[in-house]
């Protein structure tokens, strides 16, 4: 907030690719008033975002405390930029396909367990042969059934496919 006043030209706004060794230059401009490892990590949490690193994909020169022109971006450093948002997309990405799984698989979840649940309320099997008849040790079912049923309270579910009244049998 500091630096956005005393340098609004360069900091305020869209991002702008600064001035190489632009440090030396702000504690000139204001002596005493930053420490180096305040500039130091402002610096390095601005020219790392995002915006930023798309600021200079797209600037041909730098900028230096007035706003004005003040060297031009060098192949090394864009392709840096360009190298780190491909990587920057790649991990977003990542993150929304495992999201995407992550989702499905609850959604698989929550539809067995209605199932579990259908078949549970409707079955004239005991539950020790409905364990069997399902694959599973008598512990699990009473805990799945009530998220079953806990989940069909809050929103219920359509009937599983074979309980549907869809048409002629």
């Known amino acids: 907030a500091e630096l956005k006043a005393l340098l609004p030209a360069l900091f305020t706004g869209k991002p702008k690719p600064v001035k190489l060794r632009i440090q030396a230059d702000i504690q000139e401009r204001a002596p005493g008033k930053f420490s180096k490892a305040q500039l130091s990590a402002f610096l390095r949490r601005h020219t790392g975002s995002t915006g930023y690193l798309i600021a200079l994909t797209q600037a041909k020169t730098r900028f230096d405390l007035d706003g004005q022109p003040a060297g031009e971006i060098t192949e090394e ?15 977003k990405q990542e993150r929304e396909q495992a999201d995407q799984e992550r989702h499905q698989l609850e959604a698989q979840q929550r539809r ?51 309980a549907r009244h869809d048409g002629p049998p």
Do not use: M, Y
């Not at 539950?127 to 059934?145: D, Q």
């Open 77 to 91: 450093h864009l392709k840096a930029a360009q190298e780190e948002l491909a990587r920057r997309r790649g991990l």
């Open 112 to 162: 067995n367990r209605a199932q579990l649940l259908w078949d549970f309320e409707r079955t004239t099997l005991t539950e020790a042969n409905f364990c069997v008849l399902k694959g599973t040790t008598a512990e699990e079912p009473p805990g799945l059934l009530e998220i079953a049923r806990k989940e069909s309270d809050e929103e219920p579910t359509d009937p599983p496919r074979e």
